[in-house]
């Protein structure tokens, strides 16, 4: 990639905007609200949702992940591991990519574990990438509005949607989720780790 004085001004920006706004952690009783409603929202919204739910060995909520950028996009969120009905860990994701980037918006991201071997390794991990550490089978909108449900065949089957209900699609390849304590110590120093390494990676 060519880089240019323009390209490194729109960078700063984006940095900018990144750091002041979406990077501050939030409270866990903030993420635990959103990650309330998220749920709310994917057993009314779509149909099929509570039996995915109650299927799941582990569910991954990650409510209002956030897009911004210019020539570089980034989205990220706040969310928990949710075990039998108890939230074991916190989590941050976040995708980069290049390319030109339209509009400012949110999304839900549900992962759901089948498998006790996929949900420990992503547990256990110190940073888990989709695509890399796992693949996630996205599924999207059927023909009556229902979910697909050629599903229980993949260990770990994802949901992304919006206001107005699953997304079709969408890709999260490179996501990379993070651990993270709320209340106690932010992640601000991490994240800002991993955009100048993806910076780099860039630039070179």
Avoid: C, H
């Amino acid at each position: 990639m060519k880089i240019t004085p323009k390209f490194f001004s729109l960078l700063t920006l984006t940095l900018t905007l990144i750091l002041s706004t979406g990077l501050s952690a939030k409270s866990m009783k903030e993420i635990d609200a959103a990650i309330e409603s998220s749920l709310t929202r994917f057993t009314t919204e779509i149909q099929g949702g509570d039996t995915y739910l109650e299927a799941a060995r582990g569910i991954l909520v990650i409510p209002r992940m956030w897009k911004a950028g210019v020539l570089l996009g980034f989205e990220f969120g706040e969310g928990a591991l949710i075990v039998d009905g108890i939230k074991i860990q916190y989590y941050k994701a976040l995708t980069t990519s290049v390319g030109l980037q339209v509009g400012v918006g949110s999304k839900d991201l549900i992962i759901l574990f089948f498998d006790d071997t996929a949900m420990d390794n992503f547990l256990y991990s110190s940073g888990w990438e989709v695509g890399v550490d796992g693949a996630v089978a996205f599924l999207s909108r059927g023909a009556v509005g229902a979910v697909d449900t050629n599903t229980f065949k993949d260990p770990i089957v994802g949901f992304v949607f919006g206001q107005k209900g699953l997304l079709a699609g969408v890709s999260m390849e490179g996501t990379k989720f993070t651990k993270i304590w709320p209340d106690t110590a932010t992640e601000i120093d991490q994240e800002q780790e991993a955009i100048e390494t993806f910076n780099e990676r860039v630039t070179d």
